[in-house]
């Protein structure tokens, strides 16, 4: 088993980069936003509660978080590993996190972090809002006031898992071949006990 956490600030590929990894590991992929972004879009309390945070690029609370991380995972418990996408967001959640796995009789093996300048972000986030239809991803300073959530509240949870030497940095600039080549390797040196 192997349970990562795919790091690193909005726009950095994510999501795109753990779609490749799932399927050569063969993992569950969790988003934490695609999966607010499901219960957005079918309207639910969840999702019209969730709503009123990411339209103004801000976090939804801990609690509301962790409850559906948790429903997820309790899921597949029966899953190869996880990847974490865009989970954990705070340091509270990152203790959740680690006391769920202690549940699944597991542990997070790694955080990897994608490195991707601010500007190239903002570039790369208004490219994909032209076409994503989130409406988080079309204005400037929606995407600006995510960028500095990432900062402050986001950025503590690598240096969390670099106190138990499980944090890894990788240069998020590059064509995707290239970007997952360099996970690959970071992934193929990650001890997987238990
Ligand atoms: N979000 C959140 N907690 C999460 C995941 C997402 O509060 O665990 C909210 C937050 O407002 C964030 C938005 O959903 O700005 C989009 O998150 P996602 O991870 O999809 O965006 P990305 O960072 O990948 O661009
Ligand atoms: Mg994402």
Redesign the pocket.
Known sequence: MINLILFG???SG??TQAAHLVERYNLVHI????L??YEMGNNTPLGLQ?KS??SK????PDAV?IGMLRNKVEAHSDANGFIF???P?TIP?AEALDHLMAEEGTVIHALIALQVPDEAIVER?KLRGATSGRT?DSDENIIRN?IN?YKTETTPVFDYYAQQGKSHSVNGLGSIEEILARLCAAIEGIERKP
């Open positions: 600030p909005p726009g994510k999501g988003s934490t936003g695609d607010f972004r969730a945070y990411i690029g801000e976090l939804v978080t996408d865009g989970f967001r959640q986030i988080d995510r959530v």
